[in-house]
């Protein structure tokens, strides 16, 4: 079974400062690799994927994630952080037999001003 | 598009009624999950169904739970009867065979006193 891992509950960064959110995966195969956000009482909002090709992924909003293979992470990124991105960040694999994505715990991100 | 539309936003029952909760995936989209969100335990795939067909439902807790995909623009999350542990936020989300990932709905907040 496919497993995804968020190692951080939270995360607090600074505005204007650089932040990375991590996610690790246990995946069987090829791995499809995902980063949704989520704002209150809001639905989960897709960030970016990773599928094949660069290892570094660009997405929505500025940010970005690494794939690492040798490491099994695939962290998000994004250069300077701002106040409005405070939010729930979910990592996710797609389980490509069954369609479904296995989502990690979340990290919620509060950059402070 | 619309995207996913999921009704109501908010439902708070007394415990022992019945719960439903609807979902309108997005057209086109053959695939269409539900997931359930909740502090203790995360997002969790509750089912999913391809062209209207349950394919996975293990992740359904109990009996009580049940789902329904009459036709290929409405699915609906049944409970009956109701327990206050089942609070929590249900997501819709569908996809398509082409794509990678998910879109999600706004999520139904259920609220059993």
């Known amino acids: 079974a496919q497993s995804v891992a968020q190692p951080e509950d939270q995360v607090n960064v600074a505005e204007g400062n650089p932040l990375t959110v991590k996610c690790t995966y246990s995946v069987s195969g090829n791995p499809y690799l995902f980063w949704y956000v989520q704002y209150p009482n809001r639905g989960l909002q897709f960030l970016l994927k990773?599928?094949?090709?660069?290892?570094l992924v660009k997405g929505s909003y500025g940010f970005e994630a690494e794939f690492n293979k040798s490491q099994t992470s695939f962290h998000l990124k994004k250069p300077s952080a701002l106040v409005s991105d405070s939010a729930l960040y979910f990592c996710a694999a797609l389980d490509t037999g069954r369609r479904a994505l296995t989502f990690g715990s979340g990290t919620r991100l509060q950059v402070q001003p | 598009d619309a995207g996913v539309i999921q009704s109501p936003r908010h439902e708070v029952t007394e415990m022992g009624q019945e719960v439903t909760l609807r979902c309108k995936p997005i057209?086109?989209?053959?695939?269409l999950f539900w997931y359930r969100q909740t502090m203790m335990r995360g997002l969790e795939l509750l089912i999913y169904f391809n062209n209207n067909v349950p394919i996975d439902d293990s992740g359904m807790p109990e009996d009580r739970f049940s789902a329904k995909m009459p036709n290929a623009s409405f699915s609906t999350l049944k409970i009956q009867p109701s327990e206050p542990r089942d609070s929590a936020v249900y997501f819709c989300a569908s996809t398509s065979s082409g794509a990678t990932g998910a879109f999600f709905g706004q999520g139904t907040r259920l609220t059993v006193v």
């Open positions: 057209s086109g989209h053959d695939y």
């Open positions: 990773y599928i094949t090709g660069d290892n």
